[in-house]
C-alpha cells in the first residue's frame, strides 16, 4: 500500500521557519519524481515545488522562490521542505504527492499568524 505521510507542521509567528518531512513507503521511492501542494481554506491546490527522482532538478512556485528549498533522501524514503520567511498567506494544508503517479498523502497544517 502506497503511504505519503506528511509532518512537522505547526503554528509559527510571521517570519518564521518550519520544515516539513514526507516519509514515503509502499514504492521504489528512488525512482519517482515528488512534488509539495499546498492549499489554503477556500482555494485550489497549488503545487509549490518538485523534485526529480535524483534530486538534481527543482521547481518552484513564484510564490515560494527564494523562500522553500525542496530536498529528498533516497536512503530514508523521505522528502523535505525547508519553508523560510513564512507569512501569513503561507497558511494551507501542505501535503507531498509523487509526481508521476498522482498519489497524494495526508497533509500536514501550517499556519503563520502573530
Known amino acids: 500500500e502506497v503511504q505519503l505521510q506528511a509532518s512537522g507542521g505547526g503554528l509559527v509567528q510571521p517570519g518564521g521557519s518550519l520544515r516539513l518531512s514526507c516519509a514515503a513507503s509502499?514504492?521504489?521511492?528512488?525512482?519517482?519524481?515528488m512534488s509539495w501542494f499546498r492549499q489554503a481554506p477556500g482555494k485550489g491546490p497549488e503545487r509549490v515545488s518538485a523534485?526529480?527522482?535524483?534530486?538534481?532538478?527543482?521547481y518552484y512556485a513564484d510564490s515560494v522562490k527564494g523562500r522553500f528549498t525542496i530536498s529528498r533522501d533516497n536512503r530514508r524514503n523521505t522528502l523535505y521542505l525547508q519553508m523560510n520567511s513564512l507569512g501569513p498567506h503561507d497558511t494551507a494544508v501542505y501535503y507531498c504527492?509523487?509526481?508521476?503517479?498522482?498519489?497524494r498523502g495526508q497533509g500536514t497544517q501550517v499556519t503563520v499568524s502573530s
Open positions: 509502499g514504492f521504489n521511492f528512488k525512482n519517482y519524481d
Open positions: 523534485i526529480n527522482s535524483g534530486g538534481g532538478t527543482t
Open positions: 504527492a509523487n509526481s508521476n503517479t498522482g498519489h
